[in-house]
C-alpha cells in the first residue's frame, strides 16, 4: 500500500510540474523564445515520466525529440541559442563555428540561418536543466535513469558495468560485468603462479611503464639546460591564395632566445576539403628567420596556453636549424581527438604557449 501510495505521489508532482512548465512556456513565448523552450521541454519529460508506464517506448522517443539540430549525439548538457530561441547543443554549436572557419563563412544557425558566434550565443539554463531530466538508457544495464545521474551511475553502480580484476597489477586480462566480479576474483588462477611466471609478466609492464615515463625524463632532463625559452604564441587564420582557398594559421613573429621565430599551422595537413571530414587534425612548423653563425640545434614542444581549456598531449620535437634549412617539417600538434580540434578552429586565434630550448654543444 506504502509503494502505491508513494507512485501516486510521484505522478501527482510530475502532473504538477508539467502544469506548471507549460504554463510558463505560453506566458513567456513573447518575452524570451529561449526560456520558453526550456519550459516546454521540461513539461515534456514530466508527461514523458508520466507516461512511461503503459509506454516504456515514450523515452526514446523523448531523447530523438531533443535531437541536436545537425544530427551529432547530443554528449553536453551545455545548450546555447540564438537571437531568435533557436538551440544548438555545446557540440552542435562549435561544429557549427569550426565549421564556418574552413569554408570562410559566417557561423549562422540552421534553422533562421542569422548569425552566431560566441559573442552573440549564450547558454540557455533552462533547457540545461530540462535535459538533464530527461531519461537516458544506461550502455550497460540498459535501464533508464536522468541524463544528471547517469553517469554517476554507470561508474560507479551499475552492477553490469565493465570491470577488471583487482590482478591486473600481475597480468590477469579479465574483464567482465562488477556482478560477476567477486566470483571471478575467487577462483582467479595469477595470484599462485610462480616467481618466473610473474617474472616475465612484469617485464611486460616495466616496458609499457618505461615508454610512459620516457616523455617526462625528457622533460627534466632539458630543463636542466643552460638556454631555455618560452613565450604565448597566437596563431591567426589566413587564406592561400590558391584558386580554391585553404585555410592555415600563421603567428606574428616573435623573439626568443635572442632569435627571431614563426610559427604556422594548417588543417588536416592541407587537405582539399577539411569541413567535409569528421576528423580533424592540426600540424605545425617552427621556422627560424634570423641569420645565424652555426648550427642552432634545439627541441620544442607546444601547450595549451594559460587560459585555454584544449586538451594536449605534450610531444618534444628535435631539429637542427641552419641558415640553408630553416624550416621544420610539419609535425601533428597532439591534440587527443577532433572534438578539442574543433575547440581551437572554432575560436578567434588559437593560443599556445611554445617552448624552445637550446642543445649546447
Excluded at 571530414?277 to 653563425?293: A, V
Aim: aromatic share 10%; with cysteine.
Amino acid at each position: 500500500m506504502a509503494e502505491k501510495s508513494e507512485e501516486w505521489s510521484t505522478q501527482l508532482s510530475y502532473l504538477v510540474l508539467g502544469v506548471v512548465s507549460l504554463h510558463s512556456a505560453v506566458h513567456t513565448a513573447r518575452v524570451n523564445r529561449g526560456a520558453a523552450a526550456g519550459f516546454l521541454l521540461q513539461a515534456l519529460a514530466a508527461a514523458a515520466a508520466l507516461a512511461s508506464g503503459p509506454q516504456p517506448d515514450i523515452n526514446n522517443q523523448m531523447g530523438t525529440w531533443v535531437a541536436t539540430v545537425i544530427g551529432l549525439p547530443l554528449l553536453a548538457f551545455d545548450f546555447h541559442w540564438c537571437t531568435n530561441g533557436h538551440l544548438m547543443c555545446a557540440g552542435c554549436f562549435i561544429h557549427l563555428l569550426a565549421d564556418a572557419r574552413l569554408k570562410e563563412e559566417q557561423a549562422t544557425c540552421p534553422n533562421c540561418r542569422c548569425e552566431i558566434s560566441k559573442s552573440l550565443c549564450c547558454r540557455n539554463l533552462a533547457v540545461e536543466k530540462a535535459v538533464s531530466e530527461l531519461p537516458s538508457e544506461c550502455g550497460f544495464c540498459m535501464r533508464q535513469f536522468p541524463r544528471s545521474l547517469l553517469e554517476r551511475h554507470q561508474k560507479e553502480e551499475c552492477q553490469d558495468r565493465v570491470t577488471q580484476c583487482k590482478y591486473k597489477r600481475i597480468g590477469c586480462p579479465w574483464q567482465g560485468p562488477f556482478h560477476e566480479l567477486t566470483v571471478h576474483e575467487a577462483e582467479c588462477t595469477h595470484p599462485t603462479k610462480t616467481g618466473n611466471e610473474l617474472m616475465e609478466i612484469l617485464d611486460e609492464m616495466d616496458q609499457t611503464h618505461k615508454k610512459e615515463m620516457q616523455l617526462y625524463n625528457s622533460i627534466f632532463s632539458l630543463l636542466s639546460f643552460e638556454k631555455i625559452g618560452y613565450t604565448e604564441v597566437q596563431f591567426r587564420p589566413y587564406r592561400t591564395d590558391d584558386f580554391i582557398t585553404r585555410l592555415y594559421y600563421e603567428t606574428p613573429r616573435f623573439t626568443v632566445l635572442s632569435q627571431t621565430w614563426v610559427l604556422k599551422a594548417r588543417v588536416n595537413d592541407s587537405e582539399r576539403n577539411p569541413n567535409l571530414s569528421c576528423k580533424r587534425t592540426l600540424s605545425f612548423q617552427l621556422i627560424l628567420k634570423s641569420k645565424i653563425s652555426s648550427p642552432m640545434e634545439c627541441s620544442f614542444l607546444l601547450l595549451k596556453g594559460p587560459y585555454d581549456d584544449v586538451k594536449i598531449n605534450p610531444v618534444i620535437y628535435h631539429f637542427v636549424f641552419t641558415n640553408e634549412n630553416n624550416e621544420t617539417d610539419y609535425v601533428p600538434l597532439p591534440i587527443i581527438d577532433s572534438v578539442e580540434c574543433n575547440k581551437l578552429l572554432a575560436a578567434k586565434n588559437i593560443n599556445l604557449r611554445l617552448f624552445i630550448f637550446q642543445i649546447q654543444k
